[in-house]
């Protein structure tokens, strides 16, 4: 049989009461828009959201930077 680990006052979470650490850095003002970006939500069959997923992976792009390269290079194609 285990022996329970004796916890500190310290160590256990009491809903409500968390505090920051005293060397925790502060968070800067608010991001503006255009570097957090807003969320876009659409559907996708199963396939296509694989082979999104897989074909960013493989090339070290997260999924938000591979959709505005593709819109990028659609919108050069087809000349607007």
């Known amino acids: 049989m285990k022996k329970p680990v004796p916890l ?4 256990v979470a009491i809903k409500g009461s ?3 650490v005293d060397d925790m850095p502060t ?4 991001t503006p828009v255009e570097e957090s ?3 876009l939500n659409f559907r996708v ?3 296509f959201r694989r082979e999104f997923k897989t074909y960013a992976a493989a ?3 997260k999924l938000n930077r ?3 390269l ?3 290079t659609y919108r050069q194609q087809h000349g607007d």
């Open 59 to 61: 090339h070290d792009l």
């Open 8 to 11: 500190s006052p310290s160590l």
């Open 66 to 68: 591979l959709l505005a």
């Open 18 to 20: 968390a505090a920051p």
């Open 27 to 30: 968070r800067s003002a608010a």
């Open 45 to 47: 069959s199963a396939e």
């Open 70 to 72: 593709s819109f990028q």
């Open 37 to 39: 970006g807003l969320p």
